[in-house]
């Protein structure tokens, strides 16, 4: 059995960031993910998938993807139900991620800011060199040195 998802897009707001009773943290966003087939009216659809956090990856998450960056998710589809507050049982369906890459720089990438005491954020460090195979053969992301270019047109909010 296989219970995989693979996600790229970009987040509708920035991630909320908790911590649970014994301190482990979690963050959540909404990734807006276009369809790749237009619908009817020869618009595209975008489907708007929660996506959950775990741990050091959920506080790494919170502090450097905001609104509007490209992401790609790899985790695992969850559904879950919970009571809500009227009694009503509420059934919900989100990912939970084991990766996220960030796939784009960020609005201060390759500039000094103070929140990073002055230091360049790591978004913008110079990346180690690769290994001439991808560490996971199974790693869809492993050839991440390619620049995407995207526009504010190609933005779906």
């Known amino acids: 059995m296989l219970n995989r998802v ?15 009773n014994t301190g482990t943290a979690v963050a959540s966003f909404t990734l807006a993910v276009d369809r790749m087939r ?12 929660n996506v959950v956090v775990w741990q050091k990856q959920a506080e790494i998450v919170s502090q450097y993807l905001q609104k509007g960056r490209l992401a790609a998710v790899d985790g695992r589809l969850q559904i879950r ?5 009227e009694g009503q049982k509420v059934r919900v369906a989100e990912v939970v991620a084991e ?3 960030f796939l784009d720089r960020g609005p201060d990438a ?23 195979a991808p560490l996971y053969e199974d790693d869809p992301f492993a050839d991440d040195s390619q620049t995407i270019d995207i526009s504010e047109d190609d933005l779906p909010f």
Not at 13 to 19: F, N, W
Not at 81 to 85: H, L, Q, S
Not at 112 to 128: K, L, N, V, Y
């Open 110 to 132: 390759g500039q000094q800011t103070a929140g990073f005491g002055g230091q360049t954020p790591p978004q913008s460090r110079p990346r180690p060199e690769r290994p001439s």
């Open 6 to 20: 693979i996600l790229i897009g970009r987040l509708t707001a920035d991630p909320e960031l908790r911590y649970t």
């Open 81 to 85: 139900t919970y009571d809500n507050r």
């Open 99 to 101: 990766t996220v890459r």
């Open 38 to 49: 237009t619908g009817q009216s020869g618009e595209r659809q975008t489907d708007f998938i």
